[in-house]
């Protein structure tokens, strides 16, 4: 039986590097998306408008637990069902639910359709692209702030589309795995501190800072591991990320920014636009030298470094774990 569910993460794993997410396929992450875009409906009515601040948070909390218990009762149901069908069938599920988890291949894509833009000298579209995969506004972005926008996306997704969903695999399978998503999920959607969002999405945020509190801090070592493998700068990686990991609101945000910012020489973060507002933000590294198309890819070598790395302990802990 260890050697089934092995296989499943393994299968699902590889199933992510070759294929990433299917366009053209439903995806579980979409059904989240509507559930909590209904629950938020029946939640806080359009109407709704003498809501207080406690009430908006109590219907913050309720909000959470009811995406966590739907998802986590579909995909219990799931598991539940696959192993009526013998270990083959359970095998296949677990492993298309793996899959379905990670990111890795998806986040390369989208960030490399940033680097061929802005490589082709096609300004435009590469702002385009970059809003694809982005929160902040891309309007006011130049040609350098569309790079570093990208890079810094695949910097901090590396932890939540990769690092965490395998660290979670691990330690509690596909269903431990997909209330991590769930939680990453609804901190997309309802976890920004604007007017619309500031007390309704305070549980969801609050959560999704304490989920990745572990994931987030490994997968910044996992990356300066992976500097010192691909002979970037593993040395500064380590001293960016050691002066720098706080420069962030977020607690998590700026680990694995700061351990890229470091390996790859660059300046990250900043004051950014977000609902056509300026933010004031710390910067995160030095500039040793400017940023350029070519750090997309860079950044994205550390990510699929960190990745595989993360591959080989996640096998090794779920066996054991699943051996005791």
């Known amino acids: 039986m260890v050697g089934y569910h092995l296989a499943a993460i393994l299968a699902g794993y590889l199933l992510d590097l070759c ?3 299917p366009h053209s396929m439903p995806h579980p992450v979409r ?3 509507n559930l909590i875009v209904w629950l938020e409906k029946y ?3 359009a109407g709704k408008k003498h809501a207080t601040e406690r009430g908006e948070r109590r219907a913050g909390v309720l909000f959470v637990c009811l995406v966590l218990l739907v998802t986590g009762s579909v995909a219990g149901a799931i598991l539940w069902i696959s192993r009526l069908g013998g270990i083959w069938i359970q095998t296949v599920v677990e492993a298309v639910m793996t899959y379905y988890l990670l990111a890795a291949r998806s986040l390369r894509d989208e960030s490399m359709a940033v680097c061929r833009k802005l490589e082709a000298g096609e300004i435009e579209e590469a702002r385009y692209a970059v809003s694809m995969i982005v929160g902040r506004d891309t309007k006011p972005l130049s040609e350098a702030g569309i790079a570093r926008a990208a890079v810094e996306t695949v ?3 590396a932890s939540d589309g990769v690092i965490a969903p395998l660290f979670y695999l691990a330690i509690g399978g596909p269903l431990l795995g997909w209330l991590y998503k769930a939680v990453n999920t609804m901190d997309s959607m309802v976890g920004y ?5 500031l007390h309704f999405g305070r549980a969801a945020a609050k959560l999704d800072d304490l989920v990745n509190l572990i994931p987030s801090r490994l997968a ?6 992976s ?3 691909l002979r970037y700068d593993g040395k500064n990686a380590y001293r960016i990320w050691r002066r720098d990991r706080r420069n962030h609101k977020s607690p998590n945000s700026a680990q694995t920014e700061s351990a890229c910012a470091g390996a790859l020489g660059l300046r990250l973060a900043g004051d950014a636009w977000y609902f056509g507002k300026l933010v004031p933000k710390p910067y995160i590294g030095d500039e040793i030298h400017p940023i350029e198309p070519q750090d997309i890819r860079r950044v994205n070598r550390l990510m699929y470094g960190a990745a595989g790395i993360m591959g080989i302990i996640a096998l090794v802990v779920r066996g054991v774990i699943l051996f005791l």
């Open 227 to 229: 500097a010192y493998l």
């Open 220 to 225: 910044a070592l996992l990356l300066i591991v």
């Open 19 to 21: 294929l990433g997410d």
């Open 31 to 33: 059904a989240i998306g």
């Open 193 to 197: 501190k604007n007017d619309r969002y």
């Open 43 to 45: 939640l806080r009515p």
């Open 155 to 157: 910097a901090e997704n």
